[in-house]
């Protein structure tokens, strides 16, 4: 079995900053790209940024130069940190983690944090 424990949502003023962690524990054998979503009200799920095993990163261009990814291998964590939060980055947070548990697998199945809500005040 696999959970992802979300964490760091929060109410923040516009400008400010937070940090959000995503930590994958379980039945893990290895984990391929990491990534961070978001859902805003009456809004379709979208991608925020995501982290290749090897580091590569991409964002959505709403959030490049706010926003920045990374990841903890050693700990099996993603993180996403917030600066400069506009009003438009309210919503529900959700980790996404493609993972094998086990060395027959062939494909990567994803799996999902349990949503952090992050509300930037005006």
């Known amino acids: 079995q696999v959970q992802l424990v979300e964490s760091g949502g929060g109410l923040v003023q516009a400008g400010g900053s937070l940090r959000l962690s995503c930590a994958a524990s379980g039945t893990i054998f290895r984990i391929n790209v990491m990534a961070w979503y978001r859902q805003a009200p009456g809004k379709q799920r979208e991608l925020v940024g995501l982290i290749s095993s090897g580091g590569i990163r991409n964002y959505a261009d709403s959030v490049k130069g706010r926003f920045t990814i990374s990841r903890d291998n050693t700990q099996n964590t993603v993180y996403l940190q917030m600066n400069s939060l506009k009003p438009e980055d309210t919503a529900v947070y959700y980790c996404?983690?493609?993972?094998?548990?086990?060395?027959?697998?062939?494909?990567?199945?994803?799996?999902w944090g349990q949503g952090t809500q992050v509300t930037v005040s005006s």
């Open positions: 996404n983690v493609q993972i094998r548990t086990d060395w027959t697998q062939t494909g990567w199945y994803p799996y």
